[in-house]
Nanobody
């Protein structure tokens, strides 16, 4: 079972950029689909982006064109590059992994392992 640790959150001004990282333990990272989700105060956890084991990428409409997900299997790490940040991007960001053969990338239930989350605050 992979374990996930996110890092890179912080405080940034609107229009700025930040990169989140999620490092996984274990030797089979390349076999996992990886996703980023976020949860703002008082709101449900929502899909942000995903990258499959074959490196296909998917994005929520709200971040398309601003965020980029990537992975480095040699480093067991998935990244979320976030540009043109907006105050509404403020949330705790979670990475998640799925070992399923096929996955609905935007579905929380598709992922079996979650990190502890990292907080992003975007000031206006």
């Amino acid at each position: 079972q992979v374990q996930l640790v996110e890092s890179g959150g912080g405080l940034v001004q609107a229009g700025g950029s930040l990169r989140l990282s999620c490092t996984a333990s274990g030797r089979t990272f390349s076999n996992y689909h990886m996703g980023w989700f976020r949860q703002a105060p008082g709101k449900e956890r929502e899909f942000v982006a995903a990258i499959t084991r074959s490196e296909s990428t998917y994005y929520a409409d709200s971040v398309k064109g601003r965020f980029t997900i990537s992975r480095d299997n040699a480093k067991n790490t998935v990244y979320l590059q976030m540009n043109s940040l907006k105050p509404e991007d403020t949330a705790v960001y979670y990475c998640a992994s799925s070992a399923r053969l096929t996955v609905v990338v935007a579905a929380k239930g598709a992922y079996s392992t979650w990190g502890q989350g990292t907080l992003l605050t975007v000031s206006s």
